[in-house]
């Protein structure tokens, strides 16, 4: 069993920075493929970024450039580093941890961007 819970999410005008952690406890965590999703008003909950175990990442085209996903495996923590943020960044963003086959989710950070 794998909780994660996030922090960091707020209010920021447009072309800002934000910083997203989420805290892991629960089994190994240098195991765990870990990840952010994030879902708007009205809209599919979408994948954003991946950080795996061995520290690859990979990053939806929208966000290429301008996030940065990360983790510090002696805090048991992953971030995303948002930069240059846009109206259309604006969501409930969800950290995910996959250790296969179990797939767990926190309970989400709003993140909101003013133009």
């Known amino acids: 069993q794998v909780q994660l819970v996030e922090s960091g999410g707020g209010l920021v005008q447009a072309g800002g920075s934000l910083r997203l952690s989420c805290s892991a406890s629960g089994t190994s965590f240098r195991a765990i493929v870990m990840g952010w999703y994030r879902q708007a008003p009205g809209k599919q909950r979408e994948w954003v970024a991946t950080v795996t175990s061995g520290g690859s990442t990979g990053y939806a085209d929208s966000v290429k450039g301008r996030f940065t996903i990360s983790r510090d495996n002696t805090k048991n923590t992953v971030y995303l580093q948002m930069n240059s943020l846009k109206p259309e960044d604006t969501a409930v963003y969800y950290c995910?941890?996959?250790?296969?086959?179990?797939?767990?989710w926190g309970q989400g950070t709003q993140v909101t961007v003013s133009s």
């Open positions: 995910n941890g996959l250790l296969s086959p179990y797939s767990y």
